[in-house]
Antibody
Framework: QVQLQQCGAELVKPGTPVKMSCKVS????????ISWIKQTTGQGLEWIGY????????GYNEKFKGKATLTVDKSSNTAFMQLSSLAAGDSAVYYC?????????WGQGTLVTVSS | DIQMTQSPASLSASLGETVTIECRAS??????LAWYQQKPGKSPQLLIY???SLHTGVPSRFSGSGSGTQYSLKINSLQSEDVASYFC?????????FGSGTKLEIK
């Protein structure tokens, strides 16, 4: 069955970057877009952007341009999201999900905590 | 950005009841709407897409309706496993945006 396995929680210092992973299985990795979504208690759910694994083409929410960078490694069926210059407002659970516009399957989420 | 206003913010209902959650978009989204269920400590799960199409494996007691700017999710015969938060999401226009959620509890 379709599975998206995300990496474990990260505790990072302000100003530093973090790179998280999303390893997929149960389908052909290059067939479907992978999207990333941020969830916080205060802001709710926010769509960050998507990547098409076959071509590497990406699309971003303007709010996250310059903050998030999406990449893939086709050899390992893994998608990555790097967040730059982390600040307190970047503390959240980050999900990867299959789909460009609506999200049919989700990973379990990666909790990122930004703290000195 | 299209704003999605969801109501109510919380809801308490009895087992077997029918509940309805509303979502209003700030402009016409032409049925580009999905509903998700998020159980405590879990990731969201797709229930409904294109406003009224049931995702694979979702029980038929869930249904979606609406058009234009007004949409709703109905849950018939409420079950204990339906305790969760529910979110709407528009995908008619970039950036895709979500409602703030409805927390459903059993009375």
């Amino acid at each position: 069955q379709v599975q998206l396995q995300q990496c474990g929680a990260e505790l990072v210092k302000p100003g530093t970057p973090v790179k998280m992973s999303c390893k997929v299985s149960g389908y052909t990795f290059t067939s479907y877009v992978i999207s990333w979504i941020k969830q916080t208690t205060g802001q709710g759910l926010e769509w960050i952007g998507y990547i098409y694994p076959e071509s590497g083409s990406t699309g971003y929410n303007e709010k996250f341009k310059g903050k998030a960078t999406l990449t893939v490694d086709k050899s390992s069926n893994t998608a990555f999201m790097q967040l730059s210059s982390l600040a307190a407002g970047d503390s959240a659970v980050y999900y990867c999900a299959i789909g460009w516009a609506r999200f049919a399957y989700w990973g379990q989420g990666t909790l990122v905590t930004v703290s000195s | 950005d299209i704003q999605m206003t969801q109501s109510p913010a919380s809801l308490s209902a009895s087992l077997g009841e029918t509940v309805t959650i509303e979502c209003r978009a700030s402009e016409d989204i032409y049925n580009g709407l999905a509903w998700y269920q998020q159980k405590p400590g879990k990731s969201p799960q797709l229930l409904i897409y294109n406003a009224n199409s049931l995702h694979t494996g979702v029980p038929s007691r869930f249904s979606g309706s609406g058009s234009g700017t007004q949409y709703s999710l109905k849950i018939n015969s409420l079950q204990s496993e339906d305790v969760a938060s529910y979110f709407c999401q528009q995908y008619y226009n970039y950036p895709f945006t979500f409602g703030s959620g409805t927390k459903l509890e059993i009375k």
